[in-house]
């Protein structure tokens, strides 16, 4: 694929995100075209850009890891669409974060709890479980911050519930290396009653793991 191409390539509603992303990934000149693209007024080539480099993030975080201060600048987008993807990539970079970029950004990225939006504050907790492992020196404050989802501002007890329930998958993730496990364990059997089904039958399935994981320790 040619440069100049690729956003013509994300105008056709055939065009894969994740065939763009080998592309470039095979051929790192063209990532240029696709920190252009993000500035293109044109919708789909904006937000085909952005999900190409998410997806690139996923493959190879390492061709991406100059470029942290462009997605750091995007979580002050108005557009809720780049900053969310710019949430999930930063997140996957840190698994290659030498210089501890993401460190200096922590306090912000968990400000994005505190917005008022699900989307936005599952974007953070559906990435947090992966930052804890990536970063084990910020795991107790990350444990901390999810802990708080039960009182965060949201616009329904149902989007409370929601985030609850992906505050557990994140729990989940980094299960073994939480410290303060007793604080955790506690926020998870409180959700045995919650009116979500989805919610309570992941609060199960957390406690059911973590006995198992406890007897097979003995």
Request: charged share 30%.
């Amino acid at each position: 694929m040619k440069r100049n191409n690729i956003l013509n390539a994300l105008e056709r509603k055939e065009t894969k995100v994740e065939d763009i992303a080998e592309k470039v990934i095979e051929n790192p000149h063209l990532l240029p075209e696709l920190f252009t693209g993000i500035s293109s007024t044109n919708p789909k080539i904006k937000f085909g850009c952005a999900k190409v480099l998410r997806t690139i993030s996923e493959k190879n975080p390492q061709m991406l890891y100059s470029k942290m201060d462009f997605f750091a600048n995007l979580l002050d987008s108005e557009n809720n669409i780049l900053k969310w993807i710019a949430i999930d990539i930063i997140a996957n970079l840190t698994i290659v974060d030498s210089n501890n970029e993401f460190n200096r950004l922590f306090k912000k990225f968990c400000g994005f709890l505190y917005e008022g939006s699900l989307i936005t504050a599952g974007h953070v907790v559906d990435n947090s479980g992966k930052i804890a492992l990536s970063k084990p020196e910020l795991q107790d404050k990350i444990t901390e911050e999810l802990l708080k989802v039960e009182e965060i501002p949201l616009p329904t007890k149902e989007c409370r519930n929601i985030l609850i329930g992906k505050t557990i998958k994140a729990f989940e993730v980094y299960c073994d290396k939480i410290r303060d496990k007793d604080k955790v364990v506690s926020f998870v059997k409180r959700q045995l009653d919650n009116p979500r089904n989805a919610t309570k039958a992941k609060a199960e399935k957390f406690l059911k793991r973590l006995k198992t994981t406890s007897e097979n320790v003995r």
